[in-house]
């Protein structure tokens, strides 16, 4: 089936590193990516939309210039947290759809120290 | 808006007894319903889907129904087992807001021996 590939799983760096995260549909066209941030215990809050080719539209309190996201092509949207601080540690999901259904990543986990 | 109420945990059963995780939702159109699982340190696990009202999801022993009348996808299962043990969310995505998916905050299951 339908799978969606993120990587890296886990990232530990220090404060003030920018981190690059890469969410790639491996046997679909991914016409629009949707990129989650989780903490712990808690549920999946959306942080931005990304159809490829256009800008990403943002969720109310997300920072832009903080969460920098690119969809260049129908199988690979990248997340860059720029900057990194301690606060930004959490899991960071994309999902990926054509259409039907949406297909989860497994996640990275983000630490920053 | 569109949302999902879920059921609050943490949940513990012990091992063959009955689960039941309650789901509700608000939507504009008429959404398809998930129910996701979490095991810890993983990604989201597609465990069922509906798709329109009546529809039964199941898999793994699980199942829920959409009930358009009352707005729930309820998850059950007669007999749960240690393996269970999760977090499990319920979600629905909308076409009418490009198919982006809405989230329940999470119920945490553990199933003791």
């Known amino acids: 089936g339908a799978v969606v590939s993120q990587h890296p799983s886990w990232v530990i760096c220090k404060s003030g590193t920018s981190v690059k995260i890469e969410c790639r549909s491996l046997d679909f066209q991914a016409t629009t990516m949707f990129w989650y941030r989780q903490f712990p215990k808690q549920s999946l809050m959306l942080m931005a939309t990304?159809?490829?080719?256009?800008?990403?539209?943002?969720e109310q309190g997300v920072e832009k210039d903080k969460f920098l996201i690119n969809h260049a092509s129908l199988t690979l949207s990248t997340l860059t947290v720029t900057s990194a601080h301690p606060e930004d540690s959490s899991f960071y999901i994309c999902?990926?759809?054509?259409?039907?259904?949406?297909?989860f990543g497994d996640g990275t986990r983000l630490s920053i120290l | 808006g569109d949302s999902v109420t879920q059921m609050e945990g943490p949940v513990t059963l012990s091992e063959e007894a009955f689960l039941t995780i309650n789901c509700t939702y608000t939507a504009t159109g008429y959404p398809s319903l998930f129910w996701y699982v979490q095991y810890p340190g993983e990604g989201l696990q597609l465990l069922l889907k509906a798709t329109k009202a009546d529809d039964k999801g199941s898999n793994k022993g699980f199942e829920a129904t959409y009930r358009k009348e009352t707005t729930s996808f309820h998850l059950e299962k007669g007999s749960v087992q240690v393996s269970d043990s999760a977090v499990y969310f319920c979600?629905?995505?909308?076409?009418?807001?490009?198919?982006?998916?809405?989230f329940g905050t999470g119920t945490s299951l553990t199933v003791i021996p």
């Open positions: 999902s990926a759809t054509g259409g039907q259904p949406q297909h």
């Open positions: 990304s159809n490829e080719g256009s800008k990403a539209t943002y």
């Open positions: 979600a629905l995505s909308d076409r009418n807001t490009g198919n982006q998916f809405y």
